[in-house]
């Protein structure tokens, strides 16, 4: 079975800074995986997805996140932080069995 | 637009009272999910439905009921069986419905559901 493991439950920055959130995966099979951001009392929106076509995949709002089957990770990043960046994060892979498995996420928070 | 919507935004059960949580999409998708979300728990998996007429249990279907008569429809009861019901639901869908796919789910903006 596959699984998703987020590294950090809470990850605070500096507008500017760079923002580095973890993700690692366990899998039998070439995975795909997916990253989605979720705004208070707010659904999931679609940041990124890894199909294998290229390790480093480009999103919305300036994100990217590199797979490293070697490390069985995508961690996701964003050069410079922006105040809109607050919110949840979650890390999802697709399973053969079971569809999408979700991440417990990480709540972003970007100080002034 | 086309999309997924989620009613009502907010609601409310009283001790014994079965509620139902409605999810319309317009995006013409075969799967559809339910989801249930706690505060640090991420999202858990209640139900979900491939085809019209046919629904399978997720990790947490216990006191919930699910119903598929229209593609485009999946309401989600939650029954007075499920004795801690406080929560967010999303609901959610698939353009197909393999598993194992590149394809990924999109989602609702959620109902919460409180205790009276």
């Known amino acids: 079975a596959q699984s998703v493991t987020q590294l950090g439950s809470h990850v605070s920055v500096s507008e500017g800074a760079l923002v580095l959130l973890r993700c690692n995966y366990s899998s039998s099979v070439p995975p795909y995986l997916f990253w989605y951001v979720q705004y208070p009392n707010q659904g999931l929106q679609l940041l990124l997805k890894y199909t294998s076509a290229a390790t480093l995949v480009k999103g919305i709002n300036g994100f990217e996140a590199e797979f490293k089957k070697s490390e069985t990770s995508f961690h996701l990043t964003k050069p410079s932080a922006h105040m809109s960046d607050a919110a949840e994060y979650f890390c999802a892979v697709s399973e053969p069995n079971n569809d999408m498995r979700f991440g417990a996420g990480t709540r972003l928070t970007v100080k002034p | 637009d086309g999309g997924i919507t989620q009613s009502p935004k907010y609601l409310f059960r009283k001790e014994g009272q079965n509620v139902t949580l409605s999810c319309e999409q317009n995006?013409?998708?075969?799967?559809m999910y339910w989801y249930r979300q706690d505060p640090g728990q991420g999202l858990r998996l209640i139900y979900y439905?491939?085809?019209?007429?046919?629904?399978q249990k997720g990790d947490i279907a216990e006191g919930y009921s699910v119903s598929r008569e229209k593609k485009e429809s999946f309401p989600l009861t939650v029954t007075s069986a499920q004795k801690n019901p406080t929560a967010f639901y999303l609901c959610a869908s698939r353009q197909d419905a393999t598993p194992y796919s590149a394809q990924p789910q999109h989602f609702g903006d959620g109902t919460r559901l409180s205790i009276l």
């Open positions: 995006l013409n998708h075969d799967a």
């Open positions: 439905s491939q085809i019209v007429n046919d629904f």
